[in-house]
């Protein structure tokens, strides 16, 4: 009897340890998401600067008028590997070129000669901005990778997605991406 009272006693202790430590992690996912890239929708684009990967420099505030996807990934990121793909037929795209979308595929801290390599076996012909010191990844927040950033015409930024789930996600990001070159621009 005494064993069976200890047993619920402990049970009982179980419970409330899970209950509070899932009610913690609950709090902090929440907490996470206050700061982490999707609570930049709506706000003004943090402005940069970086050297792309075939030496020339790009500036986030001169793309105004542009619609700007900034997928930001590295080689050794599986997800960022197999979205890529889809990022490469969105930037070649003529019809969304010509409506105004720029793609820039950030490249997370890594060594020049290693994305190149990387670059030229997948023949991938998007414009690479190298964030060697990370500072561009810390400006927008972002917590893991993939994540991509629509910036409007406007210099806001218009959507959010971190991750890639394959089809649904692409077509979402197309969807995005649409959405974003309405606004302000023609059809």
Not at 38 to 64: I, Y
């Amino acid at each position: 009897m005494n064993t069976r009272r200890r047993h619920r006693h402990f049970l009982g202790f179980a419970v409330l340890a899970c209950a509070i430590a899932l009610a913690g992690w609950s709090l902090a996912r929440a907490q996470d998401k206050s700061t982490d890239t999707q609570s930049l929708k709506g706000k003004p684009a943090p402005d940069f600067s970086l050297q792309t990967l075939d030496g020339k420099t790009v500036t986030l505030s001169e793309q105004r008028g542009s619609v700007v996807l900034l997928d930001f990934w590295a080689t050794w990121c599986g997800p960022c590997v197999a979205a890529l793909p889809h990022v490469q037929q969105i930037s070649a795209d003529k019809d969304l070129a010509e409506r105004g979308l720029k793609v820039w595929a950030v490249n997370a801290r890594e060594k020049n000669e290693q994305v190149e390599k990387f670059i030229k076996q997948n023949n991938y012909t998007f414009t690479v901005p190298m964030d060697a010191d990370g500072k561009v990844l810390q400006q927008y927040l972002v917590r893991g990778i993939p994540t991509q950033v629509i910036v409007g015409r406007d210099g806001t930024i218009k959507d959010v997605f971190i991750g890639f789930g394959g089809e649904e996600s692409a077509k979402r990001l197309h969807d995005a991406i649409e959405a974003a070159l309405k606004e302000g621009g023609s059809t």
